[in-house]
């Protein structure tokens, strides 16, 4: 096995409080990329909402918990605080545009779904739909919303959600001898910068076992 070699080149090196001193903040490039958050909920109206968050995660196995995080109260993190539920959507290649339309800052009387062209599917254990056209969704129940704060203990403008997947929607042409193939589903994952995207390609894969 090859060594990995130290490396001693030239670093930037900064403190955030103190500025990144580059032309945009590294720090989206450089923890990614990151899955998209594509959150369906449904306001105390029945107004539907649908949006990408780029700070989004799996926390748990068994039982799978997913989270969020939204920098302000924003419509999906105040319909999930009211009504305890949201749905999760796998974002493909061929539902780029669609998600990035559902990113539209738009009043909350707007329904998103509509507004990308997208058909809402009832779900099998909530009240909220998920989108039809995508291949992969989860159902899940609020578990916690938290505000975060600084190391000062100062509250910021921003919200970490957290829920359990109480049910699963699988494209069953995605599934091959009983395992999940990924790159079939051609998701695309946030890539950091001002608008960058990765798409995930058969290519992209290797192999690695862990150590006994």
Same mark, same amino acid.
């Given at each position: 096995m /090859? *060594?990995?070699i %130290?490396?001693?080149?030239?670093? %930037?090196?900064?403190e955030p409080a103190q500025g990144h001193g580059l032309a945009h903040n590294p720090f989206n490039s450089i923890v990614g990329p990151r899955p998209i958050g594509w959150i369906g909920t449904? /306001?105390?109206?029945?107004?539907? /909402?649908?949006?990408?968050?780029?700070?989004?995660?799996?926390?748990n196995y068994t039982p799978p918990i997913i989270g969020f995080s939204s920098t302000g109260w924003k419509h999906s993190v105040a319909n999930i605080a009211r009504t305890g539920c949201f749905t999760w959507n796998l974002v493909t290649e061929s539902l780029a545009e669609a998600? /990035?339309?559902?990113?539209?800052?738009?009043e909350e009387a707007?329904?998103?779904?509509?507004?990308? *062209? &997208?058909t809402p599917v009832p779900s099998l254990r909530i009240d909220v739909p998920r989108v039809g056209e995508s291949p992969v969704a989860f159902e899940c129940r609020k578990l916690d919303q938290h505000r975060l704060h600084d190391l000062d203990g100062?509250? &910021?403008?921003?919200? &970490?959600?957290?829920g359990q997947v109480v049910a699963v929607h699988i494209d069953r042409a995605l599934i091959r001898d009983g395992v999940f193939d990924t790159a079939a589903a051609a998701p695309i994952l946030r890539a950091g910068g001002p608008g960058s995207y990765i *798409?995930?390609?058969p290519e992209a894969f290797f192999e690695m076992k862990r150590p006994e």
């Open positions: /090859n *060594r990995p %130290h490396r001693d080149a030239d670093m %930037h090196t900064y449904r /306001n105390e109206t029945g107004t539907l /909402n649908l949006a990408p968050y780029s700070f989004f995660n799996a926390f998600m /990035n339309a559902s990113s539209a800052s738009v707007v329904d998103e779904f509509a507004l990308a *062209r &997208l100062r509250e &910021l403008d921003t919200w &970490l959600t957290l *798409r995930v390609t």
